[in-house]
């Protein structure tokens, strides 16, 4: 990708859990300072993908490299250069805000002298500087969350990678976790990559979107080349119709009536998911296992966020 530095490059990534191959031949290059979206539905795949990414899933060398270390064979290299936010919540009630981002500074090995100052400015960028010394049991789902993107910063990562950091809050919450990540990202230059089922996050915070869908990319772009790809795509099949009904009928022939009507509503990005995913919606019986999997775990994670 010339000159543009790339954050995270996977090449025919594949992952299997026994006979369940997650992820099947995933190619990806996120770049330097995007915020970039990976999208899909139940079961795609970008979970197993993300934590491959991440070092915490074994891959063969040369399939991800992260700021140009392979996961495989510098893994150390590319934990320093990471935060992650896991889907599973990871904040401990029974610590303070300010213990809980302390206790990640030791693990990520923040130096001694500049712990204290860097747990205060990682707390103050998530907008909870003054709730720093009550015990995180207190706090309300969003101010979870944002504890954790705290405790995510405060190794002062060049890649942030975020497992559906919304998942379970109300919109004012979702809209100031968002927001927290957009500043940090505009003062920092970090690069985002982030998971979630909100289309229309996806459409307002990402850069650009990958559609995954059975362990593959399936489309890739801005929000808004996808949208206009699935309008076109939409104005083709119109197309397709119209002459097919005019073939079909030797009036509408007559009257040269072949001009397919243009598509009065754009698609929005949940328009693009369907389009790229369709069939993984389909209700076979894995994508039923895949929503009673989905269910459990959003209502696990909403009640341990509530
Ligand atoms: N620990 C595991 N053991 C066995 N199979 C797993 C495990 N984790 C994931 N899978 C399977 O791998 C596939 C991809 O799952 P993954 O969690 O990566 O999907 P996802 O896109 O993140 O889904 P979701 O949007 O529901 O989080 C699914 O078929 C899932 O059942």
Same mark, same amino acid.
């Given at each position: 990708m010339n000159s543009v530095e790339e954050a995270v490059v996977c090449t025919g990534l594949e992952y299997a859990f026994g006979g369940t191959l997650?992820?099947?031949g995933l190619d990806l290059s996120v770049a330097a300072g995007e915020v970039f979206g990976l999208l899909g539905p139940n079961g795609a795949g970008k979970t197993t993908a993300i934590r491959a990414m991440t070092t915490l899933l074994p891959v063969p060398s040369g399939m991800v490299r992260v700021f140009g270390h392979d996961v495989a064979r510098q893994k150390m290299a590319v934990r320093r250069l990471l935060g992650y936010v896991p889907q599973a919540l990871s904040a401990d009630? *029974? /610590?303070?805000g300010r213990e809980n981002v302390a206790l990640f500074a030791r693990v990520f090995d923040v130096s001694r002298r500049e712990r204290t100052a860097r747990v205060a400015a990682a707390l103050d960028a998530v907008g909870l500087g003054g709730a720093a010394?009550?015990?995180?049991?207190?706090?309300s789902g969003g101010m979870v969350r944002r504890l954790e993107l705290a405790q995510a910063l405060v190794s002062a990562p060049r890649l942030l990678v975020l497992d559906?950091?919304?998942? *379970? /809050?109300d919109p004012i919450a979702r809209t100031s976790v968002w927001e927290r990540i957009s500043e940090i990202r505009a003062a920092t230059g970090m690069t985002v990559l982030v998971t979630t089922h909100y289309m229309d996050e996806a459409d307002q915070y990402c850069d650009r979107v990958a559609l995954m869908h059975r362990g593959s990319i399936r489309g890739l772009g801005t929000p808004e080349q996808l949208k206009a790809e699935v309008a076109g795509e939409r104005l083709a099949a119109a197309a397709a119709a119209a002459a097919a009904t005019a073939a079909a009928s030797a009036s509408a022939s007559a009257s040269g009536e072949t001009e397919p009507e243009s598509d009065p509503v754009p698609p929005t990005l949940e328009d693009v998911f369907r389009h790229f995913a369709g069939d993984g919606m389909a209700g076979g019986p894995d994508d039923q296992t895949e929503r009673f999997r989905d269910v459990r775990r959003t209502r696990r994670t909403a009640s341990r966020v509530g």
């Open positions: 997650a992820v099947d009630s *029974g /610590l303070t010394d009550r015990l995180a049991g207190t706090y559906e950091p919304t998942i *379970g /809050l």
